[in-house]
């Protein structure tokens, strides 16, 4: 009896173990009946978060491991509790931008643009020539910034093999510096701005700057080699390829999208798709890979790096002249009224997708509804589906690759 049980408890874990082996083909089932589930050993409940250095923010995921293997994953979002839509609709139209400089606090810059964006297609304002070459720009170098700063944080997740966690880490942020460097020097802020305003934007672009844009662009472009000569070992690669890999059918069936998607083989990008402001004038190269694991949306963002340093090079070499805004200048907070419409406008953050859904009505002072449609809540919602079939320290990786911002996921 005891041999048919060893050998009966061997193809139990043997079968658990292939029933878990890491396949494209193979997705796992986010809501598994635990009471269901063979464990070849004792199932372990381990909660990573939501105080944790590695869950990129408050979030928090309930893992359920197997041994080594994860076997399933709960995220729990919301306990930053910021309620910034009910907020908004609280406050008058001039008055929400800066509110929104904190919901992606890695690129304020983008929020702002989303903002004011479905503000003006309800007040019908045109924003001038200037301005639009002003927005694409900022939203070009915060771009630079944020991938910067996620290639830092993902480096430091994966661990002590990459420079003892920190090298990368510090490089990144020193290039980093660069880019707030030119907001401050534009805005006098150096992270959250309220730079962009209804009809255009605060600030114009002061004397000198073309200048200190290129110098700062020509040192980030030539470090980025230094990047390349840190990541790309084999225990880098180890530890990002074959690992939390989406494909194609899944990305779209979650809604992920920008870095995202296009690491899965989706070639889709809102700027080339459905351009906004400049970016129909500029010939914006999509950057793809089709391995969508977390070795492919790395090096989707470094290229995406490159890529924006060439069309931020190109917009302020062709910036035009003219005026930065088409509306008064604000003389109080009830300027702006809207009092019927709604509208949705999308542009492309960072992280993907970043969407307001405006809907104006009652005395037109304030918002009746505003929906926020974050990358970054849909990218948590590949947690259920990519940490099955991997261990702890592969969960890690991959919750970094994802470059999830709790401020925008919990609103």
Known sequence: MASTAAVSSKARASSTEASLTPTRAFVPDPYLDLATYAAAADLLTLSLGPQHPSTHGVFRVVLYLDGELIVKAVPHVGYLHRGVEKLCEKLS????????????????????????????????????????????????????ASHLLWLGTFAMDLGGALGGGTSVFMYCFRERELILDLFEELTGCRFHYNTHCIGGNRHDIPAGYP??????????????????????????????????????????????????????????????????????????????????????RYKVRLQEIAESIRLSRLLIDNLPAGPICSTKPLSGVTQFKITSGQAYVAIESPRGELGTWLIAGGKGMNPYRMKLRPPSLHALAAVPYLFPRHTLSDAVAILGSLD????????
């Open 93 to 144: 139209y001039s008055n929400v931008t800066p509110i929104l400089d904190k919901n992606d606090y890695v690129a304020p810059m983008c929020n702002e643009q989303a903002a004011n964006m479905v503000f003006e297609q309800l007040l019908g304002v045109e924003v001038p020539l200037r301005a639009k070459f002003v927005r694409t720009l900022l939203a070009e170098l915060q771009r630079i």
């Open 211 to 296: 200048a200190l844009v290129h110098q700062s662009l020509d040192l980030i472009e030539a470090r980025l080699l230094e990047y390349l000569g840190m990541l790309e070992h084999p225990i880098f690669r180890d530890r990002t390829r074959g690992v939390g890999t989406v494909d194609a059918e899944l990305a779209l069936e979650l809604g992920l999208t920008g870095p995202l998607l296009r690491a899965s083989g989706i070639d889709h990008d809102l700027r080339r798709d459905a351009p906004y402001h400049v970016y129909d004038l500029l010939d914006v190269n999509v950057i793809c890979d089709d391995g969508g694991d977390c070795y492919a």
């Open 404 to 411: 999830p911002i709790m401020g925008e996921a919990d609103r």
